[in-house]
């Protein structure tokens, strides 16, 4: 079993930037893939990228060049969203999710666990 908890949501204004956390306890060693997805009203869950074991990564189009994703070396039991010149359409509750079956899935049901969710506000 794993835990995941995401902090640093929160409002921003156009253009700025903000870095979430997902802190992961339990049986960590099992994650194989740590992604991060979004939900906007009305939306279904969408990824935005991922991030393997090995360090490969994956991005959807939509948020390339603007935000990174990158786990902390040392113990690798948190990882990290930073956002960039970020949108008013990248307002969305964000998740992070971790499988345990190897390669980076664009498929929600393909995770294994997920967190609670923290929302991002970008105000206009």
């Known amino acids: 079993q794993v835990d995941l908890v995401e902090s640093g949501g929160g409002l921003v204004e156009v253009g700025g930037a903000l870095t979430l956390s997902c802190a992961a306890s339990?049986?960590?060693?099992?994650?194989?893939?740590m992604s991060w997805y979004r939900q906007q009203p009305g939306n279904k869950r969408e990824i935005i990228g991922g991030?393997?074991?090995?360090?490969?990564?994956?991005y959807v189009d939509d948020v390339k060049g603007r935000f990174t994703i990158s786990s902390r070396d040392t113990d690798r039991n948190t990882w990290f969203l930073q956002m960039n010149n970020l949108k008013p359409n990248d307002t969305a509750v964000y998740y992070c999710?971790?499988?345990?079956?190897?390669?980076?899935?664009?498929?929600?049901?393909?995770?294994?666990?997920w967190g609670q969710g923290t929302q991002v506000t970008v105000s206009s």
């Open positions: 991030i393997s074991k090995s360090g490969a990564t994956y």
């Open positions: 999710a971790g499988r345990t079956s190897p390669g980076i899935s664009v498929t929600p049901a393909s995770y294994d666990y």
């Open positions: 339990g049986k960590v060693y099992t994650i194989t893939v």
